[in-house]
């Protein structure tokens, strides 16, 4: 791996020593001393104490704390207690905690740490997006026919329209049939197409109405791995927008990149969205989010949700949660490593989709994820066991050492229904309800693939004989 930096937050020295006093936002870094001593725990000893005997193959549901978070998360929580709006050297150390881990998310994303606001996790940002959309349309409509009363603003024709995929999270789709009940917003479902699994740029241009507001995209499906094509998504959307005349609403672009980052390189810029969705427990991070903003407030808009005493620029008040916040510095890890990260995971899931191949036969195993023409996420192999009774829940009850899952986590009580996200891509429903979702991690070994195909012969075998 790459030379690991020392994170200048993590504090390692008498919390009442000596520091250069300032006052400000954390947006300003303070210059307060801190060190920081790196773990000497293996990296992957979260994950072989978790369960005893048993490998865990679930990385897109989530991911063990990295070590290294796991100890300045400590450190934060013994010296780093003060709150961060005050101005004496506990609250200086956790504004410092929060001005660092911002600064660290930022440059992981391609942006400057005033782009980014944190939140308590992936679905609150994506709440306070659509509610931002919804608003700067209702804004601009009012600001654009001036005095025209609610009654106008809200009949036929003026509700803001929104765009997302069929195949996006819940936090996603359920905001939008949200909206679209309660009369606030129309709604556009954009199918994945059945050929290249993935939504086409054609199919988004043709659904932007005069009243689009804002495209959302997934930048990589939770279930399939497939990478959506948002950079050419965004660079039509924008085109669009240069030709729209002045008094329509400009449209937003959104890309929620929970399942991305981590595995592979996501740059705001080279995207061309506006804002980008941020979940550090998808990276080797604790449970918290962040949303991406381009120029927060100024080239962006952002409307809070909920109203309180001034933290994150008002965008997201509430304090901020310290030791949660200094936990972004799994983002320094995916900066500092990303490369090799991915050619890891891209290893392990070539051998383990070889291995598949060579003890089920190719009559027998069926990839879900492979379409043409198409990227997957390098870690990401969704794959089906083709025969009579082995849907993919009663295989994996019957494993003894395969820890893994049959899609989304959302999605669990669905018992022996198939994954809607598979069926919209075209996979045939007796293939789809045996799917099984293997996503391997930064600690995965042939070693680990070879034992846990075993162990899905094995547990095939017996179901079979059932039969």
């Known amino acids: 791996m790459a030379e690991k930096t020392d994170p200048p937050v993590i504090l390692g020295h008498n919390l009442w020593g000596t520091l250069t006093h300032h006052c400000g936002s954390d947006l300003h870094h303070h210059d307060v001393s801190f060190t920081f001593v790196p773990p000497h725990a293996p990296e992957c000893s979260v994950q072989n104490s978790f369960v005893c005997c048993r490998i865990y193959m679930d990385y897109n549901a989530t991911t063990p704390v990295d070590p290294e978070v796991v100890r300045v998360i400590t450190d934060a929580l013994t010296d780093a207690w003060g709150n961060p709006s005050s101005n004496y050297l506990p609250g200086l150390k956790a504004r410092d905690i929060i001005y660092y881990s911002r600064d660290t998310i930022a440059r992981m994303v391609g942006g400057k740490a005033a782009d980014i606001i944190f939140t308590s996790g992936g679905t609150e940002a994506n709440n306070l997006v659509f509610h931002t959309a919804v608003e700067h349309f209702r804004k601009s409509k009012t600001s ?161 949700l909920f109203f309180g005493g001034g933290q994150e620029r008002n965008f997201r008040p509430g304090y901020d949660m310290v030791y949660c916040v200094v936990g972004f510095y799994a983002a320094e890890l995916v900066s500092l490593n990303l490369a090799e990260y991915e050619a890891h995971f891209l290893d392990i899931r070539c051998y383990l989709e070889q291995k598949l191949l060579a003890v089920f036969g190719r009559d027998k195993i069926n990839f879900n994820s492979h379409f043409p023409g198409s990227d997957i996420l390098p870690n990401t192999c969704n794959v089906s066991i083709l025969g009579r009774g082995l849907q993919g829940r009663r295989v994996l009850s019957t494993c003894r050492r395969l820890l893994a899952s049959v899609g989304a986590a959302c999605h669990s009580d669905r018992g022996d229904q198939p994954s809607h996200i598979l069926l919209s891509c075209g996979i045939p429903y007796h293939v789809a309800a045996n799917a099984l979702r293997i996503s391997v991690g930064r600690c995965t070994s042939r070693e680990d693939v070879d034992i846990v195909v075993e162990d899905l012969r094995d547990s095939v075998e017996q179901l079979e004989r059932m039969n």
């Open 144 to 304: 654009a026919q001036g005095d025209m009363n609610s009654e106008q603003l809200n009949g036929s024709g003026s509700l803001p329209h929104i765009i997302i995929s069929s195949v996006e999270h819940d936090s996603i789709k359920l905001t939008a049939k949200h909206l679209l009940k309660e009369g606030k917003a129309d709604v556009t479902f954009v199918p994945v197409s059945k050929v290249t699994g993935r939504v086409e740029v054609e199919d988004v241009i043709a659904a932007i109405r005069p009243t689009t507001c804002l495209v959302s995209i997934m930048l990589a499906n939770n279930e399939t791995g497939i990478i959506m094509p948002i950079k050419d998504i965004c660079h039509r959307v924008r085109e669009v927008n240069k030709q729209r005349a002045a008094s329509a609403p400009r449209i937003l672009l959104h890309t929620d990149a929970a399942q991305a980052i981590g595995k592979i390189r996501v740059d705001a810029h080279e995207l061309g969205v506006d804002y980008i969705t941020i979940v550090g427990h998808k990276f080797y991070g604790p449970r918290i989010g962040a949303l991406f903003v381009n120029d927060p407030g100024t080239t962006t808009p952002v409307y809070p």
